[in-house]
């Protein structure tokens, strides 16, 4: 098994290293995205304007799923998997910004899953606004030679266009909604239908020849709708949609109830992670209670809590009522890297330092946006910090033992630690900062969405779960881009997830 991160920094992609041979696979011309450029931040307005004058989507959800179900769907929404007791299935969240940060996560996730029965998408399949146009380069492509289904559960990007185009490509070939009846002018209601990004008429023009690319019968899969429940082995895998704001509508939240019932351990699957950044995102339910108290709930089993959203892989093992549930954000699959460096010392629902993982280390990730930065600025000599300088000021400042040695020869110094506050690290939580600004908040909001890459390292990741009647193993793989992560993927972090014996309450 090759080197990870946590072992040597060649192992996280620093160095002189080959680059992986990803680029074969993409289209000849790639448009890079970029969230600095005003079209881009115009066409993704709905999650501002839902902020503003009211979210529509739990309504609009409602219509999307009574066409399926009048199309013939399960009413309960549950897939039922033939699979033996013990299988694999991939999970990858926010893939799709079709550049190379997201192509070089494919040689070693085709790698890594062989063997598996399904994969799914957490989150976010494509950027930047989930158009029908866009699925050609960003999902069928990438993943043509995977030979088994996939399915998703869409994030707040896929939603930009009301969801269309993610119900005509997983959710059998779904018709558009009827138009909604037109507000009262000048209520909040007609302000956002005013305002509101739509597709275009002749989105998805290039969508049948498209789905060619992934046509063959072993790779089909139709689920029920927007959020679903798959029955596979002795586990059921429960996908929910939070929408453009990260919340579940009543509706939703009722059936969420239902399908959590019963001895069966359970694996969350969510486009918002109930616990990222070393915080607590319970996601609240319309009409009371919360995602995590039916998590939580000890008659519903629950084992693990897997959300997308955020760009990179962290674990916080929380013990609820002596027993431990893996809350996982695996968001790396595609997008722009959001930085590590940036979550403070560890202290949330129990879980320390100790016991809580990331991908990229803090180290790594402060020297990713250095250099990012320094490049963009041009003020290299300035804020380039090398991995090992890296490593040393973040272990100063939250007081921890770094996950990977920093080296022979690692200072510290004025530049080095004024760098690491600039790029908003994270800080022990009885060192309050010097500055008055709220140096984190502003740079993780205003910065680091901007903050796509075209060269190794890309720091991605995905998730292997392998099922057995006892257990569960998860490992994080690493994707940096080049041809050592592509031949032999890294193992980043791994536990096994003991299963409650059938009929155990």
Known sequence: MSDSSRDTAQGAGWGAAEPGTYQRLMPDHVAKLSWLNPRT????????????FGDPTGATRSRWVARRVAAGAPADKLVRREVPERFSF?????????DDSQYA?????LKASRGTDFAVIASDVIYPVGSADDYGDKFFRPYQDYPAPIYAIPGNHDWYEDLGAFMRVFCADTPPL???????????AWWRSLLWHRARPADGQRLAAARALRSAPGQQAVQPGPYWAIDAGPVRIIGIDTGLLGTVDAEQGAWL????????????????????DGEHHPCPIEGGGTVDDIVRAPEHHYVAAIGGDIHNYQRYPVTVDGRTIQYVVAGGGGAFMHATHTIPRVSVGGVTERDFRCYPLRGDSLAFYSRLYGRRLRLRRFFRLSETEATAVIAERLGIEPGRAPGPGARITRRTRLVASLLGTGRRPDRPARFRLPVRKIYTQLFSPSSA???PPFFKCFLRLDVAPDAVRLRCFAATG????????????????????????
């Open 41 to 52: 931040l115009w066409a993704a307005r709905n999650g501002v304007l839902a902020s503003w």
């Open 90 to 98: 991939m999970v990858i969240g926010d893939t799709g910004e079709g």
């Open 105 to 109: 996560v494919v040689p070693g996730f």
């Open 178 to 188: 009827d138009p909604e009846p037109r507000p009262r002018p000048l209520t909040r």
């Open 257 to 276: 109830r239902e399908m959590s019932e019963g001895p069966r351990p359970k694996i969350l699957v969510t486009g918002s992670p109930l616990y990222v």
């Open 453 to 455: 890459t075209y060269s």
């Open 482 to 505: 080049n041809r050592a992560q592509e031949v032999d993927p890294p193992v980043e972090d791994e536990v096994v997830i003991p299963l409650p014996p059938a009929g155990a309450n």
